[in-house]
């Protein structure tokens, strides 16, 4: 079976351009999270969707960064402009409701560089 | 807030065991998870614990005690390819935060 689905692997921009990370998750999950790990500040949640509607963006870090869910196969983070300060690695991950004991499954992640 | 502490780094010989200890202070907690992550890939799941107690899984094991908010990750007969980072994280709904992992090094 497919695991998470991430795209592209590597991204290497210049500041002030814009991003788009891509994600298809699991097939049959309702649940879909997107993270950043960075050495300093580890794993990080950023955003949070169930059924396709966000339900937690407390994570997101300012404006320049936005995310959407489409439809249950597919979701895409953006970072407009982006900033060398977010260069990291972003994951996504997901799970079959969301909620208690459901094991998260991780995606291999981008490498954002931001020159 | 959340509070989740584990040591920086752990070297141990290949054949041998090692524990990796977790504490946590978290606002809500319906489980605690440890992943295991190779250097330049995802994390992948290993263990799960809700109630106290010791949950055994061939060579590793995972222990809970809600109480004193400690768990640790015990991996035996150890072997090059368990060289890896291990994070212990907590759930709070749906909400997993995780703590900055231990480096593993293990060593011929």
């Known amino acids: 079976d497919a695991g998470v689905i991430q795209s592209p692997r590597h991204e290497v921009t210049e500041m002030g351009q814009e991003v788009t990370l891509r994600c298809k998750p699991i097939s049959g999950h309702n649940s879909l999270f997107w993270y950043r790990q960075t050495m300093m500040r580890g794993l990080e949640l950023l955003i949070y969707f169930n059924n396709n509607v966000p339900i937690d963006d407390s994570g997101m870090p300012e404006d320049r960064f936005s995310a959407k869910m489409p439809n249950a196969s597919f979701s895409t983070l953006k970072i407009q402009p982006s900033e060398p300060r977010d260069s990291a690695v972003y994951f996504c991950?997901?799970?079959?409701?969301?909620?208690?004991?459901?094991?998260?499954?991780f995606g291999p992640g981008t490498r954002l560089t931001v020159l | 807030g959340q509070n989740i502490d584990q040591p920086t780094e752990m070297t141990a010989t290949e054949g041998a065991i090692v524990q990796i200890n977790c504490t946590y202070q978290?606002?809500?907690?319906?489980?605690l998870f440890w992943y295991q992550q190779h250097a330049g890939e995802a994390p992948t799941f290993l263990s799960y614990?809700?109630?106290?107690g010791l949950e055994e899984k061939g060579r590793f094991s995972s222990f809970l005690s809600r109480s004193k908010g400690y768990s640790y990750l015990l991996l035996k007969e150890l072997q090059m390819k368990d060289s890896a980072s291990y994070l212990c994280a907590v759930i709070n709904d749906y909400k997993l935060s995780f703590g900055a992992g231990t480096t593993v090094t293990v060593r011929a």
């Open positions: 614990n809700v109630l106290d």
């Open positions: 991950a997901s799970s079959p409701a969301g909620v208690g004991t459901d094991t998260q499954y």
């Open positions: 978290t606002s809500g907690f319906n489980g």
